[in-house]
Nanobody, 127 residues
Framework: QVQLVESGGGLVQSGGPLRLSCETS????????IGWFRQVSGKARDPISC????????YTAESVKGRFAIRQDNAGDTVYLQLNNLKPEDTGTYYC????????????????????WGQGTEVTVSP
């Protein structure tokens, strides 16, 4: 069974960095993608970034490109989301998700397409 566990959230001042981690396990094949999403209470989950495990293809939303970066460790077990130059509007719950197949823009913008979700990690950015 696929399991995703996020960590690394917390309180940070505006302009500061955070690194979020998504520990993964239970995949039956290596053809899967990991995505990161952000949700503010009462609103839909916003796509941030995704990465394909097989070939490392990645896509990051234009709204955060240049500040956020996704990467996967060499073992493929953990996917990180580096958050730099954080702003108060980055506050929210960050979720990692997984699906069988490759990362694509088309799938990233459809949270319902993702089959597996972690429990989320809270990020609060103070002014």
């Amino acid at each position: 069974q696929v399991q995703l566990v996020e960590s690394g959230g917390g309180l940070v001042q505006s302009g500061g960095p955070l690194r979020l981690s998504c520990e993964t396990s239970g995949f039956r094949s290596d053809d899967y993608a990991i995505g990161w999403f952000r949700q503010v209470s009462g609103k839909a989950r916003d796509p941030i970034s995704c990465i394909s495990n097989q070939n490392g293809f990645q896509y990051t939303a234009e709204s955060v490109k240049g500040r956020f970066a996704i990467r996967q460790d060499n073992a493929g077990d953990t996917v990180y989301l580096q958050l730099n130059n954080l702003k108060p509007e980055d506050t929210g719950t960050y979720y990692c998700a997984a699906l069988d197949g490759a990362c694509s823009i088309r799938l990233l913008i459809q949270p319902l397409a993702w089959d597996y979700w972690g429990q989320g990690t809270e990020v609060t950015v103070s002014p």
